[in-house]
């Protein structure tokens, strides 16, 4: 299994990222797929996810009504719409096959700051 994520920069108060994550090695069509993200000295939340076709999704309270799970499975793709971004945000976010995230990629990093 090989999850790619990326998108992550800096941004400020009120702005909006879009993450990006590519897997391969796995049926990714039939795989429900999740956006973790670790915190500094917090341990890993599970912000978003959505099932294999597409048509459930689900995120975490702090997140709800801010940010946008979707995928593309003809390209194998999950990608993370991000609004309204407010320093709490900050962390590194992981693209995972599992809600625990024991099968997730490398991280990319999202710093929300003036």
């Known amino acids: 299994v090989q999850l790619q994520a990326s998108g992550g920069g800096l941004v400020q108060p009120g702005g909006s990222l879009r993450l990006t994550c590519v897997g391969s090695?796995?049926?990714?069509?039939?795989?429900?797929m999740y956006w973790l993200r670790q915190s500094p000295g917090k341990g890993l939340e599970r912000t978003a996810g959505?099932?294999?076709?597409?048509?459930?999704?689900h995120y975490t309270d702090a997140v709800k009504g801010r940010f946008t799970i979707s995928r593309d499975n003809r390209e194998n793709t999950i990608y993370l719409q991000m609004d309204d971004l407010i320093p709490e945000d900050t962390a590194v976010y992981y693209c995972?096959?599992?809600?625990?995230?024991?099968?997730r990629g490398q991280g990319t990093l999202v710093t929300v700051s003036s």
């Open positions: 995972a096959t599992d809600e625990q995230g024991d099968v």
């Open positions: 959505i099932s294999s076709a597409g048509t459930t999704r």
């Open positions: 090695g796995f049926n990714f069509r039939s795989t429900p």
